[in-house]
């Protein structure tokens, strides 16, 4: 059960939900605003987070099994629970060793480069790597071991689309429409300011996740239908992976994992039943909401959990926030100047909340399939972390609050997010005529853009298909930068020369190394996260600047 991170969404969930709350316009404190109590966000989380646990039941052995989508972190869990449950397997022991020893390499380089982290934009993770130009634009290697091994363990298909993204993105697209200001856009705006540059970044990747979501859903949806028993044999879906035949383990894994079968009932019961509480109770505590637009909402969620669980598995990174702000535009959108705000942040709740826990439950029956554990007992565990994590969010969330000044935007933790998720709903209450110009324009060429994609690698010969890039991978740094995509094709380049070495030592190891370098890393930041929290600064602040 990946409860940190389902915490740590419940957190800001339950941060994002009273932070922008409120009725004030001019970005203040929100020590202004009456503090929310803690049974009322304990009863907003347990109404909206539980539908995300049965919207893709009745697609967990296409994702899991037919697919064979990666979701590298869930993998990560597997290999390393694996590993210290082989006994007396000389391979296993390997893995262990290989996997303690870059987990301690990565752990202790993380520690290292902290000491040079003093201040915004200090340290390793601001090295610029191929110049201070090419920094300028998020072109750098940051040092980042987990995305290291996260690009270990994708396909070099993924890593690459990654760079192709991100040369598309930061490489030409932003600097071109950048030259345009004054033009395009106003020459006041900050960059961040949603009718900015950061407006056509948000919504270029959410045409272009959309676009190769849809397309995927709709093509799986109409697969299952023509077979109602869930049995895809067709060669598009088989083309991904290039072989045919399963390994005896592969036919192991698949048959335990569909031998304790989750009935559909459940699922489709599950959703309707939460679905129809959230509908009947999230209007009596935000009234600016509408009921049918609650209804709207969760008719649109399961085709938008489908295309972020799918993106996961494909390069490990939740998106559901994005699929948020579509939802967060629409409604503001519709429902109007007086109840816009809080009605679009309202909606960005209920559809992130089901598009992130659907995406994690995936993610965990990825962990079950590959370690011979019940997808049932994997559902159980989901369901109690999932009324864990309702309860100890909003009183992380209200300790927090009291010891620091959250949402001041002069202080410490300023909450960005909440300042853009903000600025968001302002924008659509305004309307679409707010949007930078142009931008609408460049947002249906990509959809188009994705969907033909999809159809050429579909319907072209092999030859050709297998080198068609994936969409959604390329929206990835239209929003958040290239440093991560350079991060992952390094871990792709590793693991090819390293094939090139030895490829039988290789196929064993990558994944216990892969493994380690992610857990490491990730361990790092829970000293880190104490000493902030204790206010012990890094002692030097390493930075580059121009001559």
């Not at 202004?32 to 539980?50: Q, S």
């Not at 091994?149 to 994708?154: D, E, K, L, S």
């Not at 960005?348 to 399939?369: N, P, R, Y």
């Amino acid at each position: 059960m990946n409860s940190g991170g389902f915490g740590s969404y419940l957190l800001g969930l339950s941060r994002k939900i009273y932070e922008l709350s409120g009725e004030d316009t001019e970005g203040n404190s929100r020590r202004a605003i009456k503090e929310p109590g803690l049974g009322w966000m304990i009863g907003y989380l347990f109404v909206v987070c539980f539908v995300g646990l049965f919207v893709l039941i009745p697609l967990r052995k296409i994702v899991i099994v037919d697919l064979k989508l990666t979701y590298p972190s869930g993998l990560a869990t597997a290999v390393l629970i694996n590993g210290f449950h082989s006994q007396g397997d000389q391979m296993a022991k390997k893995q262990v060793r290989g996997f303690m020893k870059y987990f301690s390499i990565s752990f202790l380089w993380g520690f290292f480069q902290w000491f040079y982290s003093g201040k915004q934009s200090c340290g390793f993770k601001q090295f610029p790597t191929f110049g201070l130009q090419a920094w300028k634009q998020t072109f750098y290697f940051d040092f980042s071991m987990t995305y290291v091994g996260a690009g270990m363990i994708c396909s070099h298909l993924v890593n690459l689309s990654l760079l192709l993204g991100a040369v598309l993105s930061y490489g030409i697209m932003w600097p071109l429409i950048d030259r345009l200001k004054g033009h395009w856009f106003s020459e006041s705006l900050k960059e961040s300011d949603m009718k900015s540059l950061y407006g056509y970044k948000v919504f270029l990747s959410v045409a272009l996740i959309l676009g190769d979501g849809l397309y995927n859903f709709l093509k799986i949806l109409s697969l299952t239908v023509i077979n109602i028993y869930g049995t895809i044999k067709t060669k598009n879906l088989n083309a991904a992976d290039g072989d045919e035949k399963k390994s005896l383990e592969d036919l192991k894994h698949n048959e335990i994992f569909l031998r304790e079968n989750i009935p559909m009932w459940i699922g489709v019961a599950g959703y309707l039943v939460f679905s129809i509480l959230s509908i009947i109770v999230i209007p009596i505590m935000f009234p600016q909401l509408k009921w049918y637009y609650v209804v709207i909402a969760y008719i649109l969620a399961p085709s938008l959990s489908f295309c972020n669980a799918y993106g996961a598995g494909l390069t490990d990174i939740n998106m559901a926030y994005n699929y948020g702000k579509v939802a967060l535009f629409v409604l503001a959108a519709l429902s109007g100047r007086e109840n816009g705000l809080v009605a679009g942040m309202v909606g960005c709740g209920l559809v992130k909340s089901v598009v992130s826990v659907a995406c994690i439950l995936m993610q965990d029956f990825k962990t079950a399939h590959c370690t011979y554990t019940s997808p049932r007992a994997m559902f159980l565990n989901q369901v109690i972390g999932t009324a864990i994590g309702c309860v100890v969010a909003p009183i992380s969330f209200l300790l927090f609050y009291k010891a620091f000044d959250v949402g001041n935007p002069h202080g410490e933790f300023k909450a960005p997010y909440a300042l853009i998720y903000r600025n968001m709903a302002v924008i659509g209450v305004q309307g679409f005529s707010a949007l930078p110009q142009h931008c609408l324009q460049l947002c249906y060429g990509l959809f188009a853009s994705a969907v033909a994609v999809n159809l050429v690698r579909d319907f072209s010969p092999e030859k050709i298909g297998k080198w068609m890039p994936l969409p959604m991978v390329m929206a990835l740094p239209f929003l958040v930068g290239a440093y991560f995509a350079i991060d992952m094709c390094v871990g792709s380049l590793v693991v090819y020369l390293w094939h090139k070495r030895n490829p039988k030592k290789a196929e064993l190891m990558i994944p216990a190394v892969a493994s380690g370098l992610i857990c490491g890393e990730g361990l790092w930041t829970l000293p880190a996260s104490i000493l902030a929290l204790a206010k012990i600064q890094p002692p030097i602040c390493m930075k580059f600047l121009d001559s």
